[in-house]
């Protein structure tokens, strides 16, 4: 009787201190959530779930981790599991059904508010016959009534200051994707406050990392470099920040300084103008007319808030250009037939200049249809392609100048050189050879739209192979980039693979295959991987593949297929590489472990402790070495796997959490005799 007793008294005391200490964990993440601690959050839950992977409130707390970061995918995959192991915690629902919009996937989100509202409490299920009718265009005129009177009371108590000195806004409801109080945000806004450029520079950088495309670090870091003198990154980040809410708009006020720095009248004038029609500054808009009446030359007084807002329209033309001297450089100002002296005249010019060069294009596609080309291709300093349609004929200089500017860096300039080869020489080889070298750049610097509205227009043109090809291949993949997949899908449907220009058949089996992925993963996704996989020849981009091939399966909850994807990576690893083989190791480690594969977890941990001593990652193979252990009842083993953890990386996260988890194992090793009474 007395050994029962003890039995009983081992087997509660367990199970209380694995609760309690799942419990504690469970805590702890939600609070590193809410001070926007992330990484040490998603660490949290990880761990819970390394002890208990059928954890639902861990699985939720992870994918709200992963909403919060942007990462939209595998958040979805995080409800999803906690709907599995809790089908009535639907607060899993309600936060799938958000995923899915953020991905703008509407059909899903639709879905997942239909389910909610069936089984969510009131107030779940009132938020979802909402956002149900918003997705369906059902909004009620209540609900936009009062929309409209809350907007038009909140502009009429905000008041703007001029642009350098406007304080940051709290987001829109339709900026929600975005935060703007993170700690990185609020340190970075405390080093401008303070013009201390650099450092508030670093913390925008920062900010990227964790919410990459957030218009609010890149307007801020647009002010940076504009005070840091570098103009060109500045209009980089500016272009990028116009969405940040109540304040995006000031971009305009710098660009138009940038420009009117660079002694490009027409750019400078088009922004300040953009400026104007958007702020409600009085100060602000008295500096900026001044600004403007200088550059076109014309009495100050002359330039009124009517002429300047009716002139935009006109003038943002302009901008799309990279000047409105371009002509300038092709002849002097004494035989310039679009010579300008004022605001007025430059812009009726501008509008001239551009049906002229239409006129003439067309004109040059009668005479001499474009070369199949490029007759030479260089590789830029970020790794893309160069072209030159002919290193002869006019424009080749040009195209000399735009590849100089990339090597060093230059983006902006680049863009603009490339811009003014289009301008000059409108129907010849090298003007086509511009938009794609400028298509290519955009995309590297993920101005997605740009490329978006680029590839369109230049489509309109009869454009020959390979260029063709080239330019739909850059419209589908930004089309994707921005969770356009139908489009994308058109886009790709046009592309001839393994042209000059590209893209291989490879790269387009890889890009089809992601877009069938976000609609129906199971019906093709997979098959269409492989044959990417098989047709690229190289062995990293090869393995690249196969990493989505894995996570792919691992989306569809096919871990078998998923874990012999990451052995193929392993054994094809080429001499000498880390990554995608390294993080393949990993995740057999962790999928082992899930599966309760004792043997082949601790083969592949110990693996990744061996082949890739990456001091932010061995930590935790080592705290899953003695997990390993402590699951198949070697208490010794797990506590020298433990000490070597807190002996040899003293201080991280994982060997703070190892001196718990030694002292179960500890406890454990004492109680065994009892256990087995």
Same mark, same amino acid.
């Given at each position: ?463 020959? *192979?390979? @260029?063709?090809? /080239? ?8 089309? =994707?980039?921005? &969770?356009? %997949? !139908?489009? +994308? ?113 601790? *083969?592949? @941990?110990?693996? /990744? ?8 990652? =061995?930590?935790? &193979?080592? %705290? !899953?070495? +003695? ?51």
């Amino acid at each position: 009787m007395f050994s029962r007793f003890l039995i009983l008294f081992a087997f509660v005391a367990g199970f209380t201190f694995a609760q309690n200490s799942q419990s504690v964990r469970l805590k702890q993440a939600q609070d590193f959530a809410d001070r926007g601690k992330y990484k040490e959050a998603l660490d949290e839950y990880k761990a819970v779930l390394s002890a208990d992977k059928n954890n639902a409130e861990a699985y939720l707390g992870a994918g709200n981790v992963r909403f919060k970061m942007k990462d939209y995918k595998l958040a979805i995959d995080n409800f999803q599991l906690a709907q599995k192991y809790n089908p009535k915690l639907t607060k899993a629902i309600e936060a799938e059904a958000e995923a899915y919009e953020a991905l703008g996937q509407k059909d899903n989100a639709v879905a997942r508010w239909r389910a909610l509202s069936e089984s969510g409490a009131i107030e779940q299920k009132t938020k979802a016959l909402s956002r149900i009718g918003a997705l369906l265009g059902a909004t009620t005129t209540t609900t936009a009534t009062a929309t409209a009177t809350a907007t038009t009371a909140a502009a009429a108590t905000t008041v703007q200051k001029p642009a350098a000195e406007q304080p940051p806004a709290p987001p829109k409801e339709k900026d929600s994707r975005f935060t703007y109080d993170s700690p990185e945000f609020k340190a970075g806004l405390a080093a401008h406050d303070k013009k201390q450029w650099a450092e508030s520079a670093k913390y925008w950088r920062e900010v990227l990392k964790k919410e990459p495309g957030n218009p609010g670090a890149y307007y801020y870091a647009g002010v940076c470099r504009f005070n840091m003198g570098e103009l060109d990154n500045a209009v980089i980040n500016f272009s990028k920040s116009f969405e940040y809410p109540e304040k995006g708009f000031n971009a305009n006020y710098y660009l138009g300084r940038i420009y009117e720095q660079k002694g490009d009248k027409a750019q400078a004038i088009s922004y300040y103008n953009k400026y104007m029609q958007l702020t409600s500054n009085a100060q602000g808009k008295a500096e900026v007319r001044v600004r403007v009446a200088r550059l076109g030359e014309v009495p100050a007084n002359a330039v009124s808030e009517t002429s300047a807002n009716s002139a935009t329209s006109a003038t943002s033309a302009a901008a799309s250009g990279s000047s409105g001297s371009a002509p300038e450089q092709a002849m002097s100002s004494s035989v310039n037939p679009y010579a300008c002296n004022s605001l007025e005249s430059c812009m009726k010019m501008e509008e001239k200049r551009k049906q002229d060069s239409v006129a003439a294009y067309l004109e040059s596609l009668k005479n001499k249809p474009l070369t199949i080309g490029p007759e030479k291709i260089a590789v830029t300093e970020y790794g893309g392609s160069f072209a030159y349609a002919s290193t002869t004929e006019v424009g080749s200089a040009d195209l000399q100048k735009a590849y100089g500017l990339i090597q060093r860096k230059s983006f902006q300039s680049a863009m603009d050189a490339l811009q003014t080869t289009r301008q000059k020489f409108p129907g010849t080889p090298n003007s086509m050879a511009a938009a794609y070298n400028l298509l290519a750049l955009y995309q590297y610097l993920e101005l997605h739209d740009r490329v978006i509205a680029l590839g369109n227009s230049v489509l309109q043109e009869p454009v020959p *192979e390979p @260029y063709k090809s /080239a330019i739909f291949y850059m419209l589908a993949a930004s089309h =994707v980039k921005k &969770a356009e %997949f !139908q489009n +994308g899908y058109n886009s790709l449907s046009n592309v001839v693979e393994d042209q000059k220009l590209g893209p291989t058949r490879g790269q387009k089996l890889a890009l089809e295959a992601e877009i069938a992925a976000q609609y129906k993963p199971d019906q093709g996704s997979p098959e269409i991987l492989k044959k990417a996989i098989d047709a690229e020849p190289s062995k990293s981009k090869k393995n690249e593949l196969r990493l989505k091939l894995a996570d792919l399966y691992g989306r569809l909850q096919d871990q078998p297929s998923a874990i012999q994807v990451y052995k193929d990576i392993i054994e094809d690893c080429p001499p000498g590489t880390s990554d995608p083989c390294r993080k393949a190791i990993y995740e057999l480690g962790d999928r082992s472990f899930l599966l309760q594969n004792w043997p082949m977890a601790l *083969e592949y @941990y110990n693996k /990744a402790v061996e082949q890739y001593k990456d001091p932010a990652l =061995v930590p935790w &193979a080592l %705290f !899953q070495i +003695g997990n390993v252990f402590r699951k198949q009842g070697n208490f010794k083993e797990a506590v020298r796997s433990y000490d070597r953890l807190i002996k040899e990386y003293s201080g991280t996260y994982w060997a703070d959490q190892a001196e718990l988890y030694k002292k179960d194992a500890i406890w454990q090793e004492r109680n065994q005799g009892v256990l087995k009474k």
